[in-house]
């Protein structure tokens, strides 16, 4: 099982990141206290550490702004939380692999209200289920049914401490966590710390 942490905006957002290692690290490019512009995401990318994956998370913006910070080397996913529709998806994806080696991988979130409908087949690698978008609150966990879900997917929404075990029990393909790893609005070292751990130990049980 995977972890990202999302949402950071700080130097010691990303010294906290380097120290812990999760598979993921997330840049938000729409509306939010944590929302960083372009220099700031391309200053904080570039101080990642290797083998740390960045993903920015956009909604409903031109498909040249997302394929400007894949090929300055910002993002290697896109994780799409607006109305963006399988068209935008495949015409981001021509956009964004003509002339790379390594494709760009999509992720496209389901509000957790959808679970009741079949979700839809996509073009995207990745489905992120959550309970909206950046709300920070979790949704009823009974409603998923991964048998159902045709594609890797991350679990966000609300995942923290106290209930990251019962996230793991889930088995997403990767838990993804924003405000769970903050003490009143800032990420936290030893939160982030804490959960990633949690990740690692659980995938050796």
């Not at 999509?106 to 978008?133: C, F, N, R, W």
């Not at 009143?184 to 949690?198: F, P």
Request: glycine letters at 8%; one cysteine or more; proline letters at 4%.
């Amino acid at each position: 099982m995977r972890i990202k942490i999302c949402g950071l905006f700080r130097d010691e957002d990303i010294d906290y990141v380097n120290e812990a290692r999760p598979d993921y690290a997330g840049f938000v490019f729409a509306g939010s206290k944590r929302q960083v512009s372009a220099p700031l995401a391309q200053y904080l990318r570039f101080r990642l550490a290797d083998g740390i994956i960045p993903v920015g998370v956009f909604v409903n913006v031109p498909i040249a702004e997302v394929e400007q910070m894949y090929r300055n080397g910002v993002i290697s996913v896109a994780q799409l939380h607006g109305s963006e529709d399988e068209s935008y998806i495949s015409a981001l994806k021509k956009k964004c692999n003509t002339g790379n080696s390594t494709p760009i991988k999509i992720i496209k979130v389901i509000k957790s209200g959808e679970l009741k409908q079949q979700i839809p087949a996509t073009g995207a690698d990745y489905y992120l289920i959550d309970s909206g978008a950046g709300t920070g609150k979790s949704f009823n966990w009974e409603l998923l049914n991964p048998k159902k879900i045709n594609k890797p997917w991350f679990l966000a929404g609300g995942i923290d401490l106290k209930n990251i075990e019962q996230a793991m029990d889930l088995n997403p393909y990767a838990v993804d966590i924003s405000s769970g790893a903050e003490t009143d609005g800032i990420k936290d070292r030893e939160k982030i710390l804490q959960l990633v751990s949690m990740i690692r130990k659980g995938n050796t049980r």
